[in-house]
């Protein structure tokens, strides 16, 4: 989707749930574009949002560094907050195998 928008094109990319992967995030960010996308509130069952030790119940504006990684020991052992594992099988344009280096990104979280 982000690859077919004109470069000089200013725009917004706003997405439903449905949406919610860290590859869609890459993309947009690779591509310097504003984006806003509603996630699941729920934060079991593998959402987006396990994990990140986000406030439960109240409003919040928080701004989380995660790094992607293919690696399952190391960091990620000790901080899986800020380090998400891809499985191999997961799709991850960023880092093709477990030989590449990991990927950091910075999210705003909003919730109200």
Partial sequence: MTERLPKWFPVIITADRGYEN???????????????VRLKSTKNNGSILSGLNLPAGEVFDITK?????????????VNKEKYKNMTKQARFDFIPSSKYPDYEMSIRFLFF
């Fill in 65 to 77: 560094d995660i790094v992607i990684t293919r690696h399952s020991t190391d960091p990620y052992a």
């Fill in 22 to 36: 860290y590859n869609f995030f890459a993309h947009v960010e690779e591509k310097l574009l504003d984006y806003v």
